[in-house]
């Protein structure tokens, strides 16, 4: 298994101060949605509520990992290429610099209970009776990450108000990629397709992937394309299919 992190380093001084900024400064924000129904990975949910960020991150590290394989039969030296068996999801760590200190009020804290929000199901999918964390995408500009959930939060208070409210902090914040398999989804790419992937097991028909991933069987002629299938009717159990995103399909047409 190899990894490959990729860090981005923003230009500019740390920040110090909310005021005077740019007119034109786009700032970062984590867009936090309910996860979809029925288990899909084609694309969030409903859109809940953003968090924005005070200031923009000064760096953010991507690591992808593959995974590899070689041949155990032969000697190490005298086998060939390694066999890529698939791909781990893409994991996104970042550090939010929160501080109040102009009005010395609670709005860290309120931020970092919303951070840590998304760490918990959501109400709606624990009434269903399958727990499930909200999705969120990390924007910033033009640049529009992976659907993600969020993995960990950890915040560090630095400053207080003599009654001991935290008025500066610094999160650090993991994002891990819903699907694994997924092309283009470097965050600076700007892409906003989401290809989920679909493992067939005994009795899985193209229509019933379709009704799971949207909810019409109808679409199963665009997994089938997708996935070279000239068959429809012989599917191997074991067998990955990649499921494109509604949005994909919409633009095909």
């Given at each position: 298994?190899?990894?490959?992190?990729?860090?981005?380093?923003?230009?500019?001084?740390?920040?110090?101060?909310?005021?005077?900024?740019?007119?034109?400064?786009?700032?970062?924000?984590?867009?936090?949605?309910?996860?979809?129904?029925?288990?899909?990975?084609?694309?969030?949910?409903?859109?809940?509520?953003?968090?924005?960020?005070?200031?923009?991150?000064?760096?953010?590290?991507?690591?992808?990992?593959?995974?590899?394989?070689?041949?155990?039969?032969?000697?190490?030296?005298?086998?060939?290429?390694?066999?890529?068996?698939?791909?781990?999801?893409?994991?996104?760590?970042?550090?939010?610099?929160?501080?109040?200190?102009?009005?010395?009020?609670?709005?860290?804290?309120?931020?970092?209970?919303?951070?840590?929000?998304?760490?918990?199901?959501?109400?709606?999918?624990?009434?269903?009776?399958?727990?499930?964390?909200?999705?969120?995408?990390?924007?910033?500009?033009?640049?529009?990450?992976?659907?993600?959930?969020?993995?960990?939060?950890?915040?560090?208070?630095?400053?207080?108000?003599?009654?001991?409210?935290?008025?500066?902090?610094?999160?650090?914040?993991?994002?891990?990629?819903?699907?694994?398999?997924?092309?283009?989804?470097?965050?600076?790419?700007?892409?906003?397709?989401?290809?989920?992937?679909?493992?067939?097991?005994?009795?899985?028909?193209?229509?019933?992937?379709?009704?799971?991933?949207?909810?019409d069987p109808g679409y199963w002629r665009d997994i089938a394309e997708l996935n070279d299938i000239d068959d429809p009717?012989?599917?191997?159990?074991?067998?990955?299919?990649?499921?494109?995103?509604?949005?994909?399909?919409?633009?095909?047409?």
């Amino acid at each position: 298994m190899s990894a490959s992190p990729v860090t981005f380093v923003s230009a500019g001084s740390p920040p110090t101060s909310g005021y005077g900024a740019p007119p034109n400064l786009q700032r970062a924000k984590l867009a936090v949605h309910k996860p979809p129904q029925a288990g899909s990975t084609a694309k969030p949910g409903e859109f809940m509520h953003d968090i924005p960020f005070q200031f923009n991150p000064k760096e953010l590290t991507l690591t992808k990992n593959a995974k590899w394989k070689r041949d155990a039969q032969r000697n190490a030296k005298k086998s060939g290429p390694p066999e890529f068996t698939g791909a781990d999801p893409c994991k996104l760590s970042l550090e939010v610099f929160l501080d109040a200190t102009d009005t010395m009020g609670d709005q860290v804290v309120k931020t970092v209970e919303k951070l840590f929000a998304c760490c918990v199901a959501t109400e709606d999918s624990r009434q269903s009776g399958k727990g499930s964390p909200p999705w969120v995408v990390f924007k910033w500009g033009g640049m529009t990450g992976f659907p993600a959930y969020v993995s960990s939060v950890s915040a560090k208070y630095t400053l207080f108000t003599p009654a001991g409210v935290p008025v500066r902090a610094v999160c650090t914040v993991a994002l891990e990629e819903i699907s694994g398999e997924q092309g283009g989804q470097n965050p600076t790419s700007g892409t906003r397709v989401v290809r989920a992937t679909h493992t067939i097991v005994a009795g899985d028909t193209l229509q019933s992937v379709a009704y799971r991933a949207y909810g019409d069987p109808g679409y199963w002629r665009d997994i089938a394309e997708l996935n070279d299938i000239d068959d429809p009717m012989v599917l191997r159990p074991g067998t990955r299919l990649r499921v494109p995103a509604l949005e994909e399909i919409a633009h095909g047409q």
